[in-house]
């Protein structure tokens, strides 16, 4: 539901921006079988570009999540009688809008089926087969065409309805009611967006401004054209599916592009701008979803930030937060010798290889955490026996599934240089029953073979995905 949504939003944001640059540069010119295409095409690709996925350089502080272990997904069965108060008010926001867009796209559609139902009607009862004329008496239009068609009114002077017919044929031999028949279906789908309406009445003028000049170029006089145009117009019902000879609102402009000058080819160039214009929107489409769905802006605390150089995660040079331990101003003054000795196992336990420094006879903790070394921590049997370890501890929460909570928790944690977890972050949560499960199984993890950079023993970052999952 709220992938379908987000496609439909993307889509007319693809549909703004193609508008506005037919608007701005394409809407002036005497090209229409350009500014057809153009129209007809940006509509297509706005429905494409959303499903199509757009790598963004992402900012370098996803870097310091460090290495991102295999996903896990918990799942539990889906509470058969939800309680009303534990259902998100942004669950219930984003229901209630998906049931508004459903139901504005049923109104329009059931419109839009209703027009072809009508004109299908007309054919079957009036229609003529051989020459494709259908003629009728009530309606307030002197004549449109639609499914290879055209509809013309009884009782027009013989001169004036030869006229129409072949402004009509003209529609017809151009396929016009096809692009019309994908306007309003997009347009049932897009019915909260103001440049379908737009888009709409800028194709429905291209396909007048075509059937004008093609009716003048076969011997038409512009002023007798343009008196015939005038003694039509009425206000007058149109169906959505058909063009209509005698519209209204563009009688105006269809005067005015009969006598307009002949756009030069090289104004072809001009589509060439609807590239950068659909690279930026999808550049930024991308760029959001991201901020949305890793949320980014909560990850790293300005303190960590500052102090990080983007060249060192190349380099394999640490990031330096603030440390637990800390090297007390008589250790750290300049000058002060220091001698380095390894921490020699005791007898019974395993101690990791760890060397470290003595200063004024204290012992210096390495602090700083490394994105890569060398030598990455090692789980005691692997990767495998880390995931098994994980699922056999976790839990689904009762509390999340009596209020049907679900969603992704992404954990920072670090292995420090005795193979020892801490700093157990949560980078994204969810919800807090959710978010300390996941928080309460890392810290559960044992021992680990501690990272080396340089044969050294140092501070890794590792972040996990927990995905909570109800069927």
């Known amino acids: 539901m709220n992938t379908f949504l987000s496609h439909i939003i993307e889509s007319a944001v693809y549909l703004a921006g193609f508008y506005l640059i037919y608007f701005l540069f ?11 295409g153009f129209i007809i095409i940006s509509v297509i690709l706005s429905f494409i570009l959303p499903v199509i996925t757009f790598d963004v350089k992402e900012n370098s502080a996803i870097a310091y999540f460090g290495k991102t272990l295999t996903e896990i997904v918990v799942t539990a069965e889906r509470n058969s009688l939800p309680d009303a ?21 049923m109104l329009f559609g059931l419109k ?6 009508t004109l299908l009607i007309f054919i079957a009862r009036k229609g003529d087969r051989n020459n494709r004329i259908v003629k009728f ?19 027009l002077p013989e001169k004036d309805a030869e ?22 279906t997009v347009k049932a789908l897009q019915w909260f967006n103001p440049f379908i309406y737009l888009i709409n009445k800028s194709l429905r003028a291209v396909h007048e401004y075509q059937a004008d000049e093609e009716c003048i170029n076969s011997g038409t ?3 007798d054209y343009r008196n015939l145009l005038m003694n039509t117009i009425l206000n007058t019902r149109i169906f959505v599916t058909s063009n209509s000879f005698s519209n209204p609102s563009l009688i105006r402009k269809r005067m005015l592009m009969m006598t307009r000058e002949r756009t030069s080819g090289i104004s072809n160039l001009k589509v060439v701008l609807a590239i950068p214009v659909a690279v930026i929107i999808a550049m930024l489409i991308s760029a959001c979803e991201k901020q949305l769905q890793e949320n980014i802006a909560n990850v790293i605390t300005p303190s960590a930030v500052s102090d990080i150089n983007p060249v060192e995660i190349f380099a394999s040079s640490p990031i330096r937060p603030k440390p637990e331990t800390r090297i007390t101003p008589e250790a750290q003054a300049p000058g002060t010798p220091a001698t380095t000795n390894p921490v020699s196992p005791s007898s019974g336990v395993t101690k990791p290889d760890v060397q470290v420094l003595e200063v004024n006879g204290e012992e210096k903790v390495p ?3 490394f994105v890569v070394v060398e030598e990455m921590p090692l ?3 692997g990767e495998k026996a880390l995931l098994d370890f994980i699922y056999s501890n976790i839990q689904y929460p009762e509390k999340a599934k009596q209020e049907n909570i679900q969603g992704r928790v992404i954990l920072r944690f670090c292995i420090n240089y005795k193979g020892g977890v801490e700093q157990v972050t949560v980078i994204k949560g969810v919800d807090p029953s959710l978010d300390n499960e996941a928080v309460r199984v890392i810290k559960m993890l044992p021992q680990w073979q501690p990272g080396k950079q340089g044969g050294k023993p140092v501070n890794v970052w590792y972040s996990v995905p927990v995905t909570f999952q109800l069927r």
């Open 26 to 36: 394409l809407s002036r010119d005497t090209r229409y079988g350009r500014n057809r």
């Open 85 to 105: 108060g534990g259902i998100s008010s942004s669950s219930i926001f984003s229901g209630l809008l998906f049931k508004i867009y459903i139901a504005g796209a």
């Open 112 to 117: 839009f089926l209703i027009d072809v139902a």
């Open 137 to 155: 008496r009530r309606l307030n239009t002197p004549g449109f065409s639609a499914f290879g068609y055209v509809f013309i009114k009884q009782g």
């Open 163 to 184: 006229e129409i017919i072949r402004h009509e044929r003209t529609h017809l031999a151009r396929f016009h009611f096809f692009d019309i028949l994908l306007i309003e």
């Open 221 to 223: 006089e512009v002023e």
């Open 367 to 369: 602090d700083a955490v």
């Open 379 to 381: 789980f005691p049997g």
